[in-house]
Structure formats: structure tokens, C-alpha cells
């Protein structure tokens, strides 16, 4: 390889931690990276809406050149460093080498570096570079920085106040979702971190009279099924997520993926899932951080995972955060969570929801629990344009004053306090967040592909269909009280809780009717 690099644009990353730089790393240190190559072709939104494709047909069409991959594997193999794997269908090549090797592939040095929070971890020295054979075909190098990239988004309800609890079932009636059970369906969950154990979802299922869902755990990029590690933790999330989807779709197999909190592990993780055969009806994904938190190339490659997953049939649901408009973020501004703004997942928003005596709904507005317990996430994607299919719908402008993606597109309860029962490594507790609205709607998408007869893959186009601004969207039931800091709920969408919550009669008589 010549020495003529460019900047590879888009490779740094921003960070909403400390982290104090120890030194180098050492040279020798076995370092893990994953390679995103360049499609072929690039899918318009027609490719969208026919019947999913099969991966050969997905390789073959937008996936990656072989040449590219040859070009890749001699550039990486003539570095001293190792390809672990490669695949046209993802698009993904795993390396494996020495961090001096590695380092020097790409133009930088690998530095350790200690993080506030606790441990360490490591990072480039500043924007990557790449040349020769690299510079054409590479579009992100993910997994050289290996510090935490996302956090879950659950909240446990607080002691110290009234709390009511559902289970799914109760709130799949409360929401009149159509009837069935997800048989013969799969949804695939994504997870960095936590575990579960059979004698919990033995014991929780067994509590509400269903049969135990068929659950497996598989690992990715070295992480695992770790059970019984904190019913405080990371758990509380694989629970949950577990808990509420079998709740709603009890006979839909449920594949678990581990993989690490990293840009490279997240990214791993969503690719293997949406491409496993068969492939899941839904996947269901509970963890996010600020889209402007992430590195550019890590962002882009995990939309164009997101895009090939519809492009097999997978709808992807996505929790919107639990921070407000803020996300978390202390420069004032709003910020939607990533990968939520994504605009090939339906992103997924919360309310508080109170029953009357008879069990039915009483009042449902936006979650906000005045920064005592949570808001939900939603706002304007500065990352993402707005879609054609929200194009009508009265998205207001971004924080920057431009047009953007408008996040979420829909909601269910997810305040803490009116809260989802679950059992976390023996204990009993009440859950929330937008984690819980996830598997929520991920049950939901499995009951209406079992009710249509096929999968529905990239849903929003169906949901926003005649929708008009300030006017209630067919399917839901508006909600249009309440705010999460910036923004406030009105009639028709908003940066709240979307399109609303769901209507099960009418949203199935929308979908059926698309088919």
C-alpha cells in the first residue's frame, strides 16, 4: 500500500462520557474490527414495497462486488492482519490483528484510554485514512474505538410513589390488538449486555396461564447469554424485552442475540439477526444513544442494516429513548436518539395510561414524569432527511432549522409508574420505558403478519398513508396531551408519541388493506 492516504471521512465519533488517554496500546494487543463495504446498487423505494427477497437475491442485487471483496481481503492480508469472515449479502468483513498492523491499515494509532465511569478501553488517535485498494470500495471501519455505544432504555417505577402495573395480555386488550398468537413467526431481540435464565420465563409465563415461549440465546463477536448477573442491570432489559413480546405473541419463537456494547458488536448483532434464516417477522431493539453520539459511518451503516432487514421482510422496532427531547444532552438543544431516527425502523414512543374501574382507558398522555422518573424520547433528526412518506404529516423543523426525519412514529404506555410486570432473576418488579414499547409493538407486528399471511417489512409507508397534519391517523387512537420537554403532543403526529397508540381493529384493517 503507498503511503497517498485521504481522510476517511466520518470516522470520529463524539462521546457523552470522559475518557482520560493512558498511553498507546500496546502493539501487539489482538485487536477485532468490522469492515461495511459499498453496495452494488443502491435500493430505491420501490424495492421497498414488492415481496422481501431472499439473500441470495439481496447479495446478488445490493450487496457487495466480489471484486471488492477480493480488493479488501489483500489490502487487510497485506497488512499482516487476518479476515475472519467476509459476506457479500451484509456486506461485512470481520479482521482480526495486531493493533500496530491494524493501526497502520488505517492510518492512526490505537491509544488506551480510561473512562470515567469505570474500566477501559480503546480509541483511534483521530480520524482514520485509508489508501490504495481501500479508499473505493470501504464506506466504515467500526470496532476501533471499542468504548460503550448505546444504553438501554428501561426504567424500573419508583418506591416512593403510586405505581399500577399490566401484564402484556391485559394491555393487548386494552389496545384491541388482533387476535393471534404469533405462531410461526420469529422475533429477533438485540441486547449488549445481560442475560436471562429458563427458571424466569418458566415462572413469569407459567403466572399468566401461557405456555413458555420458545426462547434462544445466540452470541455475537464473543459476548453471551449471561444470566443472573443484576436484576438492576442489563437484566432488566433482556427480561423485559423477552417478557413483553412473548406476552403479546406467546407462540412466536424468540431468538436473543449478545453482542458487545460497541458500534461494531451493535452493528454485528442487527446484521446476523436480519439475516438468519428463517429470517424473524419482527426484531425488537431497546437500546440507543443520541443520534449525534455516534460516528457518521457508524450511523450510516447501521441504517443501511436497517434498510437491508426490510429489504428481507424484518420490521424493525425501536425504542425512542426515555430522556425527553434532550436525550440526555446538556447543550440545551433537542436531539433525537439513534438508532430510532433511523428512517427504516418504526420508532417507538410512550404514555402514561390509567385504566377506569371497568379496565378500560380511563386517560393516556405523553410520558413525562417532570425529570422525577423519565420522559419519552422524540424530535427531528439533524442526521436523517425526512422521509417521502412523512413528508405530509406537519414534521416541524429541526433543531438547525432544516427538515429532518420525525421520530417516533408510534407509542404504547411506557411510563414506569403505569408500568409492565415482569420477573427479573427471581424478583417481581415494575418496568418501563420505551424498552417496553419495543417488544410491545414487535408482538404486535407478528400478530398482524400472522393475521395478513405475510411479513410487512419496512411498515411506516402503510402507517403514513393519507395522513394528513393535525388530523388523527387511521389505525390509531391520537393521543394529544402532554410534552417531553420540546415538543407537545396535538392532534395527528407529533415528536411525542408519534402516530399514537394502537387501535388493533382499525390498524389491522389498514395494514390488510395495503397487502
Sequence with gaps: MTD???PFTGSLRQWWDDATVVGALAPATTVEATLVLRRRAEPDAAAFGGAPLRREELAERFGADPADLDAV??????????????????????????????????????????????????????????????????????????????????????????????TPPQLAEVYGLPEGDGAGHTIAVVELGGGFGQDDLDA??????????????????????????????????????????????????????????????????????????????A??????????????????????????AALLGVTVTV?????????????????????????????CGGTTLQLDLAGRVGSEVVWNDGGQGGSTGGGVSTAFALPDWQAGVGVPAGPAGKA??????????????????????GRRSTIGGTSAVAPLWAGLVCRLAQATGRPLGLLQPTLYAGVQPDA???????????????????????????????????????????G
Design 4 to 6: 497517498s492516504r485521504i
Design 73 to 166: 481481503r489483500a489490502a487487510v492480508e497485506g497488512a499482516g492482519a487476518e479476515v475472519v469472515s467476509a459476506d457479500a449479502a451484509t456486506r461485512l468483513v470481520r479482521v482480526r490483528g495486531e493493533a500496530d498492523a491494524l493501526g497502520a491499515l488505517f492510518g492512526t494509532t490505537l491509544r488506551e484510554v480510561r473512562l470515567a465511569g469505570g474500566g477501559s478501553a480503546r480509541q483511534p488517535a483521530g480520524e482514520l485514512a485509508v489508501a490504495g485498494p481501500l479508499a473505493d470500495p470501504l464506506v466504515a471501519v467500526l470496532g476501533l474505538d471499542d468504548r460503550p455505544q448505546a444504553r438501554a432504555r428501561y426504567r424500573v417505577a419508583r418506591a416512593d410513589a403510586a405505581v399500577t402495573s399490566y
Design 204 to 281: 413469569y409465563f407459567g403466572g399468566l396461564g401461557l405456555a413458555t415461549p420458545s426462547v434462544t440465546a445466540v452470541g455475537v463477536d464473543g459476548a453471551e447469554n449471561q444470566a443472573g448477573q443484576d436484576p438492576d442491570g442489563a437484566d432488566g432489559e433482556v427480561l423485559l424485552d423477552i417478557e413483553v413480546a412473548g406476552g403479546i405473541a406467546p407462540a412466536a419463537a424468540q431468538v436473543v442475540y449478545f453482542a458487545p456494547n460497541t458500534d461494531d458488536g451493535f452493528l454485528d448483532a442487527v446484521t446476523q439477526a436480519a439475516h438468519a434464516t428463517p429470517a424473524p417477522t
Design 283 to 308: 426484531m425488537s431493539i431497546s437500546w440507543g444513544q443520541s443520534e449525534d453520539q455516534w460516528s457518521p459511518q457508524a450511523r450510516d451503516a447501521m441504517d443501511q442494516a436497517f434498510a437491508d
Design 319 to 347: 425504542a425512542a429513548g426515555d430522556d425527553g427531547s434532550s436525550d440526555r444532552q446538556a447543550d440545551g438543544n433537542p436531539h433525537a436518539d439513534f438508532p430510532a431516527a433511523s428512517p427504516h425502523v418504526l420508532g
Design 404 to 425: 429532518g426525519r420525525g421520530v417516533p412514529d408510534v407509542a404504547a404506555v411506557a411510563d414506569p409508574q403505569t408500568g409492565y410486570q415482569v420477573l427479573v432473576d
Design 472 to 514: 388523527p391517523a387511521a389505525g390509531f387512537r391520537d393521543i394529544t396531551q402532554g410534552s417531553n420537554g420540546v415538543y407537545r403532543a396535538q392532534p395527528g403526529w407529533d415528536a411525542c408519541t408519534g402516530l399514537g397508540v394502537p387501535d388493533g381493529p382499525a390498524l389491522l384493517q389498514v395494514v390488510d388493506g395495503a
